[in-house]
């Protein structure tokens, strides 16, 4: 492969803020800096004009389920019904034109309709009769079902969470979810994953962290994935508690993931009133305060036996009673094997949305990542959203506090748990930046360097130089109409943005609410394209 230079840009880098070229060969960037130079130290690259669009370090998602998010993009989307009889409308629709056996949906969000209920198995069944029906709910941690799917979902009627007619959660859930899956087809799967991909290449994306697990996919769906050639690099992570370092080992060798975090569950979630809390939910009092997956007995035993193994552990956790449960069981493993033996691991928290400074402080100090979603905050934060109505005001806006956990020294990575939020970087930055809780946002370029650089370092990679342009880094990159870019102020008592070059510091585009989102060109992964407008 010989070498490319790409010149006449805006190209972020942190070793050369003003550039205009950068130069590529053998899949590593090998020069970065202004035109002229370029073209006198590369007389025999190919030339590419890039005719002032803006190139940077290409995103990586911390938190995906890609066929999940496949199948709500080639099936059945009810993130957008606002209202019951909408749902009922586009189930109706759907069922209508395909004709698949199994009819998988997903997104529905009671919480925001006017009839403040989903469907129920009789009109599911009236919507789509004689149908395997399967609809999640926008935070996948319940779902409903049709009578179809619910008879063919072996002990559902007595594992825990089954509600009959209504919405199952727990034990019941994963039960009818693994049912649903066994029945989509191989073309189903297949289709759903590439064009996941697709779309995650298409938004400067080079690269995903899968969080699978027994009851999300289960182990098929991840070696199916594992073995698909694509452009875009997938980080498999597999949710499953182990008690040994022979265990950890074993688990990673059959399943073929990178480590045992991701969605290893330690509670539920807010939405499906499952995440565990230290006080019951206040819009409903019969919800209790949720569901414990995991005490600190066994999440001490699963990081213990990870880190003796030398493996990344981690756990999804929300509710502050789980946060509280999480960080009691890494304590305990610090205390016995020491911080630096856990530091060295790299561990990682999923979402950890109710934690206290003192918390955060702890994590920082042994070296525990989070990767966070700050979609969440955007569809369900503020004084009117889901949080408020499920928790109350206070407790709601304490939720995902980036700044207090950066400041703490927790390395924050960015990602979007999609299908739950959309696969959309740009908007994920613009989130974590203008957060509805005054104090709780972080710059854009905290933002930027948690969706590019921390998020390689979460999965792992932790080389210096992944998710930067500067000589010697893998060339994984996107190419964007970006507009003006922008320098962002350090603190919120100055002016936010500045043009002025004389900064020295790369510049972003703008990521104020309203502004249109950069549009994707090109993007490259260690030298390679994988999509192209």
């Known amino acids: 492969m010989g070498t490319q230079l790409l010149v006449g840009g805006r190209i972020y880098s942190p070793s050369s803020p003003d550039a205009t070229s950068i ?96 469907p129920t198995v009789r009109e599911i069944d009236e919507a789509a009769p004689n149908r395997l029906v399967y609809l999640s709910r926008v935070d996948v941690h319940s779902a409903v079902c049709s009578s179809a799917l619910l008879a063919a979902t072996p002990g559902l009627e007595t594992a825990v969470g089954f509600a009959g007619s209504g919405v199952l959660r727990t034990d019941a859930h994963h039960r009818a979810r693994m049912t649903a899956l066994t029945a989509l087809t191989t073309s189903q799967r297949a289709r759903a994953r590439t064009a996941a991909l697709d779309a995650a290449a298409a938004l400067g994306i080079v690269a995903v962290h899968e969080c699978a697990g027994p009851h999300i996919g289960g182990r098929d769906d991840l070696r199916e994935l594992l073995a698909l050639d694509h452009g875009v690099e997938v980080r498999a992570y597999w949710g499953e508690a182990v008690e040994t370092s022979e265990q950890a080992q074993a688990l990673l060798a059959e399943t073929g993931a990178h480590g045992l975090a991701g969605d290893l569950f330690v509670d539920g979630a807010i939405g499906s009133r499952t995440a565990w809390l230290h006080d ?41 009673a789980a946060v509280t449960a999480v960080v009691e069981g890494f304590e305990r493993v610090v205390a016995e094997l020491g911080g630096p033996a856990v530091a060295a691991c790299g561990h990682r928290l999923e979402h950890v949305e109710m934690i206290t400074p003192e918390q955060a402080s702890k994590l920082g100090e042994w070296g525990v990542l989070a990767s966070v979603q700050p979609g969440f905050d955007a569809a369900w934060g503020g004084e009117a959203g889901m949080y408020a109505t499920r928790l109350g005001v206070e407790r709601a806006r304490g939720l995902n506090p980036f700044a207090s956990m950066a400041a703490r020294g927790v390395s924050l990575a960015i990602g979007s748990d999609a299908p739950v939020t959309a696969l959309s970087p740009w908007q994920a930055l613009q989130a974590a930046v203008h957060h509805r809780t005054p104090g709780s946002g972080i710059s854009p370029r905290a933002a930027f360097s ?78 390679v394209d994988i999509y192209e407008r």
């Open 23 to 118: 130069a590529v060969s053998d899949g590593v960037v090998v020069w970065v800096g202004a035109d002229q130079p370029a073209r006198a130290l590369h007389p025999d690259a190919e030339i590419i004009d890039l005719d002032g669009a803006f190139v940077a370090p290409g995103f990586v998602d911390a938190h995906v389920h890609t066929t999940a998010l496949g199948l709500k993009l080639i099936s059945l989307d009810l993130s957008e019904a606002r209202s019951l009889a909408d749902c009922l409308d586009r189930i109706r629709a759907f069922a209508a034109a395909d004709h698949e056996a199994m009819v998988w949906g997903h997104g529905w969000d009671e919480s925001g309709w006017p009839e403040q209920r989903p």
């Open 280 to 320: 019951s939910y206040l819009d409903d009092p019969a919800a209790g305060s949720g569901n414990p997956y995991l005490d600190p007995e066994q999440i001490a035993a699963h990081v213990m036996a990870c880190t003796e193994a030398r493996v990344q552990a981690g756990f999804h956790v929300i509710g502050d």
């Open 450 to 527: 948690a969706a590019t650089r921390g998020a390689w370092r979460a999965g792992g990679v932790r080389d210096g130089v992944a998710g930067t342009l500067v000589p010697g880094a893998p060339a994984s990159f996107a190419i964007w109409d970006a507009g003006e870019l922008v320098v962002a102020s350090p603190t919120d008592t100055v002016a936010r943005w500045s043009t002025d070059p004389r900064s020295r510091v790369p510049a972003l585009p703008r990521l104020d609410p309203g502004t249109l989102a950069p549009v994707c060109l090109r993007t490259v992964h260690r030298g």
